[in-house]
């Protein structure tokens, strides 16, 4: 059964007219999502140190906001998470997602470190997987000035962002160092999918199908780079030697079975995965603490997994 409070969001979208993501162009849909998130969204819980950065990564100026959990002192080193939004690639920034990575960090006592990527249709594939994997990097180059734990820094994001988070895990699979653990957040693994959770839930729950091809045709120059690893992570050749994963969804969500079958193909590979749902929520759930009881319950489930694997 559907959520009940999902439910009365599902409504309250109808009686309130709200357009479409994919009848929108790209930045009135920024716009949209921005305001949105006010309604949704808890207040944004106090840190013991917020901060933002702007390195450069291969060239490019990307913003990389820090937040440090309440009683952690400056100095204090830390394990840490690089955090990548969602938004389908095209929507989504780091104010949307700060009071997610707010909870995160107090919850898990990691430092988080939430990535501002380029987005499309201004920048296309590979742009994001680029600023993704260059902000992982730089936050482990760093880590000294950071105050982290190199060996204890994960990837996580939700949406798209999970999308990028298992993207540089595969990408950075031979590196010296590597992700410690994924956070795969009802994470987009195959471009265009045709599994039975995108055709069943792909009307009437909040993210269409329709919305995600929006998303993918701006995202991707061509439909040939659906084929890519970096843009569909189910289609790497091997994935074996990754880093241990939470992988989230949602029962009423397009993209649950992609995640489902991450996660069996990490399992498959020999490696380490959990995989959690939550059958009766819909896609984005786990920023909607105001209103969903159950958003709560995610973060946490989360937050215990990054305190499992980034222990010292």
């Not at 992570?233 to 074996?240: D, I, R, T, Y």
């Amino acid at each position: 059964m559907l959520d009940p409070q999902a439910k009365a969001l599902l409504q309250l979208m109808v009686d309130r007219g709200v357009p479409p993501v994919n009848t929108l162009p790209p930045k009135e849909a920024r716009d949209f999502y921005v305001l949105r998130k006010s309604l949704t969204q808890p207040d944004p819980p106090a840190m013991s140190h917020v901060h933002d950065h702007l390195p450069a990564l291969g060239g490019v100026q990307v913003p990389v906001r820090e937040y440090r959990p309440l009683g952690a002192t400056t100095n204090q080193v830390l394990p840490a998470l690089v955090y990548y939004h969602g938004g389908g690639w095209v929507i989504g920034n780091i104010e949307t997602h700060d009071v997610l990575c707010r909870q995160l960090s107090n919850a898990s006592g990691c430092a988080v470190f939430s990535v501002d990527y380029r987005l499309a249709p201004e920048h296309v594939f590979p742009a994001a997987y680029d600023d993704a994997l260059a902000a992982f990097n730089w936050v482990v180059a760093q880590a000294t000035t950071l105050h982290i734990d190199p060996r204890r820094v994960a990837v996580g994001g939700d949406s798209a962002g999970g999308n990028l988070a298992a993207a540089v895990c595969l990408g950075s699979k031979d590196a010296d160092l590597k992700p410690a653990f994924q956070l795969l957040i009802y994470p987009a693994t195959l471009m265009y999918p045709d599994t039975p959770s995108y055709h069943a839930n792909g009307e009437g729950y909040g993210l269409t199908a329709a919305a995600m091809h929006w998303f993918m045709d701006h995202y991707l120059p061509t439909r040939e780079h659906a084929n890519d690893w970096r843009a569909s992570p189910l289609k790497a050749p091997s994935h074996a030697g990754l880093a241990p994963a939470l992988v989230l969804t949602a029962g009423y969500d397009p993209l649950k079975d992609e995640g489902y079958l991450y996660a069996d193909a990490l399992s498959a590979a020999g490696g380490v995965a959990e995989y959690v749902c939550f059958e009766r929520q819909i896609h984005g759930f786990i920023t909607m603490g105001r209103i969903m009881r159950e958003a709560l319950s995610g973060v946490e489930v989360c937050a215990q997994a990054l305190r499992r694997y980034l222990a010292s």
